[in-house]
């Protein structure tokens, strides 16, 4: 089992910028795709960026590319987003994933085995 906990959350005027973190539990963080996904009230869960296990692969949904980044520290089993020009309405709450499968496919809500509780991000207009 896979224990995840985000942190980094809060409150940022549109504009603005965070930085999200995730820990997880596991030692065998190394071999595990990390996601990022958002969700606000009434809507479905939405796909933000991936990375591989190595670090070396990443994807983004197209509204973040060049805004957010993705990154990882393996030794620390840390996932790390970057997020840069924050806009209102990306105001949702953001949750970590982990998955086994591998990085193809990482947009997938399904393609990950263990989700974290996830940390609220508030971007003000």
């Known amino acids: 089992q896979v224990q995840l906990v985000e942190s980094g959350g809060g409150l940022v005027q549109a504009g603005g910028s965070l930085r999200l973190s995730c820990t997880a539990s596991a030692g065998t963080f190394g071999i595990l795709t990390m996601g990022w996904f958002r969700q606000t009230p009434g809507k479905e869960r939405e796909f933000v960026a991936t990375?591989?296990?190595?670090?070396?692969?990443?994807d983004y949904v197209a509204s973040v590319k060049g805004r957010f980044t993705i990154s990882r520290d393996n030794t620390r089993k840390t996932v790390y987003l970057q997020m840069n020009s924050l806009k209102h309405e990306e105001s949702a709450v953001y949750y970590c994933a982990a998955g086994v499968r591998g990085f193809a496919g990482g947009e997938r809500g399904d393609h990950y085995n263990y989700w974290g509780q996830g940390t609220q991000v508030t971007v003000s207009s």
């Open positions: 990375i591989s296990s190595s670090g070396r692969m990443t």
